[in-house]
């Protein structure tokens, strides 16, 4: 788990996580954390649960999404926070995102039969129990198959970015996605942008309203925290962070969220700031 008190990337099994928003809800709460947003990917069907299970609590559960984006091949994740999550155009737009990815599920377990591997799509969708569908639903549908030995030898094997089963998502540009976040209300923030490495990309959607980067990621060295932390300061953007957590087992960031930074209590009031539309300021909390 991550140090400090704050937590605002999270994933639940209401996307690929393997933690209920409940569960998340109650760990978070023994640990003495005050804020943490549940991301669910591409889905906001979690928050609701998350804000009723915290009601009465001493944690602040912050609405939050991660959406996926492409540009120039690359991979480029959008983190919203605060947006209204029962806006109908925004759950309209997040019903194409599940229906895609269901398409996409299905033409997956296709060539994985293709292979020559006894997979039923209904396996998935029971696994995924209505969450919209990912690779780690049809990778522990091989698993519980025993097609393979491991949730990760399905990756390796067949479903991996380079595997002979794998398909492409559907996707909308960085753009899109912060234009969808900001429709609503929220803050668009770059996830995890050590994993993309392509910095000019970043500056490129400050143009189009990103208004914070997550300096503070498992996958992030010091070193490159440091440095978005900086970048973040140079374009006046808020810097977020996050444990990433998918559940026990589920990836090997738990074991390196516990060696990360801890996400400040300023991350938590420039956001509040944001949202009465100042600006975030540099000074604030050194003076
Ligand atoms: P999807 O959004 O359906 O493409 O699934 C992406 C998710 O699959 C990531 O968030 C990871 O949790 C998982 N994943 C992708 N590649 C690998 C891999 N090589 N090994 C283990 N998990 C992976
Ligand atoms: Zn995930
Ligand atoms: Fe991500
Ligand atoms: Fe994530």
């Known amino acids: 788990m991550i140090r400090g008190t704050i937590d605002l990337h999270i994933h639940s099994v209401c996307s690929d996580g393997l933690d209920t928003p409940e569960e998340i809800v109650d760990v978070y709460i023994q ?24 009601c009465h609590t001493t944690l602040e ?21 605060y947006m209204d999550f029962n806006n109908e155009e925004f759950l309209e737009r997040i019903a194409f995102f599940k229906d895609k990815r269901r398409d996409r599920a299905e033409k997956i377990v296709k060539n994985l039969n293709l292979l020559g591997l006894d997979i039923q799509f209904d396996t998935v969708l029971r696994i ?34 380079q595997g002979p089963a794998y398909e492409p998502k559907y996707y909308v540009t960085p753009r899109e996605a912060i234009e969808i976040i900001r429709k609503c209300g929220g803050i668009p923030v770059i996830a ?15 143009e189009y309203g990103l208004a914070g980067i997550e300096a ?11 440095y978005y932390e ?24 738990a074991r390196l969220a516990s060696n990360m930074g ?26």
């Not at 995890?192 to 400050?206: G, K, R, S, T």
Request: proline share 5%; no cysteine.
């Open 61 to 81: 559960v912050i609405p939050g999404i991660e959406l996926s984006s492409i540009i120039d091949f690359y991979d480029v994740h959008i983190l919203g926070y």
């Open 192 to 206: 995890h942008p050590a994993v993309l490495n392509q910095d000019e990309i970043i500056v490129e959607l400050v």
């Open 216 to 226: 503070i990621h498992p996958l992030h060295t010091p070193e490159k925290q440091l």
């Open 128 to 161: 995924a129990h209505g969450a919209p569908l990912g690779r780690p639903h049809i990778a522990e549908a091989l698993l519980s198959e025993e097609l393979v030995n491991t949730y990760n030898e399905a990756f390796v094997r067949y479903i991996g970015d």
């Open 262 to 287: 801890a996400v400040p209590q300023k991350t938590i009031h420039d956001m509040e700031v944001l949202l009465e539309g100042g600006k975030i300021s540099d000074e604030r909390f050194t003076g």
């Open 230 to 253: 900086e970048m973040a300061k140079k374009y006046g953007l808020l810097i977020t962070g996050g444990s990433d957590w998918h559940g026990r087992g589920r990836s090997s960031m």
């Open 31 to 54: 640990e003495g954390f005050k804020y943490i947003s549940i991301t669910d990917h591409d889905t906001v069907s979690g928050i609701q649960r998350a804000l009723d299970a915290a």
